[in-house]
């Protein structure tokens, strides 16, 4: 039987699979319709699972298929594929572990905002229309966050309102945006895949065949890790995060 070389992928310790991990305070912040909440955005190959912990509310979710939104309270398990358009909404302190497939991608970029078109032109527009200040005092990075985050309403707002009258265009040209803002980094992100998800993969693959040989080896180099948040109450897109470096 041939044997793949496997042994970085042996020594993979990331959390199962190769997942990020956050815990999320939503925004409690009002937006121009009134709801309370996150900044709309999409992820462009990274899957995405709320536990929900306490509070309630609500994700709203827009995909080629239509508008949908899923209730939130304590114990629901709520995840979707990468496309899929969603905003969190908070109807009182609604806290989540979330879950990130392909742990490093999403930190390095894998996520555009549903801003107006004007503000997805051209890389330098949109970084200058998300990016809160280095170093900013704590009422200008809030300050800069909701800054976003009601652009990101604005757009998301007429990308619904255009999937409910029955035309297609604007999420396709959204879509199409987004793929273009993201395209340099995706070499730079096959990288960070191949060191997290695939080698967790690989290394299930490598156990496997050690297995079916008769070969338990890697169960004597079985380790135990703990941490502590890395970062804690860092502005996310839709709340405040308390980060993980689990990779």
């Known amino acids: 039987m041939t044997t793949r070389d496997t042994t970085a992928a042996v020594g993979h310790d990331g959390l199962p699979g190769g997942i990020g991990v956050s815990r999320l305070r939503v925004y409690d912040w009002p937006g121009a319709d009134g709801l309370r909440g996150g900044t709309p955005h999409v992820h462009l190959t990274c899957s995405e699972g709320y536990a929900v912990t306490g509070g309630r509310g609500a994700v709203q979710t827009l995909t080629a298929s239509g508008f949908e939104q899923t209730p939130l309270a304590p114990g629901a398990l709520v995840w979707f594929t990468p496309g899929t358009i969603h905003r969190l909404v908070n109807e009182g302190d609604l806290t989540i572990v979330v879950l990130m497939q392909n742990c490093g991608l999403p930190e390095a970029g894998d996520a555009v905002l549903t801003l107006p078109p004007r503000l997805l032109t051209d890389a330098d527009t949109y970084r200058a229309a998300i990016a809160l200040p280095e170093g900013g005092s704590e009422e200008e990075l809030e300050r800069a966050a909701r800054r976003r985050r009601d652009l990101a309403l604005e757009g998301f707002a007429a990308l619904r309102e255009a999937a409910e009258a029955g035309?297609?265009?604007?999420?396709?040209?959204?879509?199409?945006?987004?793929?273009?803002?993201?395209?340099?980094?995706?070499?730079?992100?096959?990288?960070?895949?191949?060191?997290?998800?695939?080698?967790?993969?690989?290394?299930?693959?490598?156990?496997?065949?050690?297995?079916?040989?008769?070969?338990?080896?890697?169960?004597?180099?079985?380790?135990?890790r703990a941490e502590l948040p890395s970062a804690r109450g860092r502005y996310g897109m839709c709340g405040r995060l308390d980060v993980y470096e689990t990779g």
């Open 167 to 224: 035309d297609p265009g604007p999420l396709a040209a959204f879509h199409r945006a987004a793929a273009a803002l993201v395209r340099p980094f995706v070499g730079a992100w096959r990288g960070r895949w191949r060191e997290g998800a695939a080698a967790a993969s690989a290394a299930t693959g490598a156990q496997l065949d050690g297995l079916e040989r008769g070969d338990a080896g890697h169960l004597s180099r079985a380790r135990v």
